[in-house]
């Protein structure tokens, strides 16, 4: 059975921009948005399928992520990611010819996700990693008003981490096992 033109020839324009950028590399955030956006295929709206899609990441400190929450979203201090999806207003535009689908941006407070990570007994690449994951499902149009959707968002984040190789069955059942809520140590906005 021969694969899909999408499957051999999606692509990933990535505007990067990082504080720190030993942290999370560019070359390894792309692999990752490639393989998620592969592997996301199936469960996208027909105007979401794109063989080519664009989008930014910026790894930035909490003063600079604080300043962006109480700008656009009317929040207090740092939160761990903020996703600015081009299609949230209304529905994504078929992009031009030659042109990638414009998803957004996402924006990482690494300060955040280091307390973040220690609360959670996980190393701060893996907090990154799964705050990438987290931003780019919003993107997409994911959200989690309630405790329902959350959890089914948390799911999809975990499976998109072990495709890749990210995490492990025994993350899986720390995810689930924390105190209290899950990563009730997480500020998800």
Not at 60 to 65: K, P
Not at 127 to 137: D, K, P, T, Y
Not at 142 to 150: A, F, G, R, Y
Not at 166 to 173: G, I, K, L, S
């Amino acid at each position: 059975m021969a694969s899909s033109p999408l499957k051999t020839d999606l692509a990933v324009d990535l505007a990067w921009s990082s504080v720190r950028p030993h942290l999370l590399g560019q070359t390894l955030c792309h692999q990752l948005v490639r393989h998620w956006l592969l592997a996301l295929q199936p469960e996208l709206a027909p105007r979401q399928r794109c063989r080519t899609y664009s989008l930014g990441v910026t790894l930035t400190d909490d003063a600079t992520m604080a300043g962006l929450n109480r700008t656009w979203r009317h929040g207090h201090g740092a939160t761990d990611v903020l996703a600015f999806a081009s299609g949230q207003e209304g529905p994504w535009l078929a992009p031009a010819p030659g042109e990638g689908l414009e998803l957004g941006d996402i924006v990482i407070a690494w300060e955040t996700a280091e307390r973040q990570a220690g609360a959670s007994d996980w190393s701060l690449r893996q907090e990154l990693v799964w705050l990438l994951s987290h931003g780019l499902l919003h993107l997409l149009g994911w959200d989690h008003p309630d405790d329902v959707s959350l959890a089914a968002m948390m799911e999809r984040q975990i499976l998109l981490l072990e495709a890749t190789g990210q995490t492990t069955p025994e993350d899986r059942a720390k995810v689930w096992s924390l105190p209290g809520e899950p990563f009730a140590n997480h500020q998800f906005t």
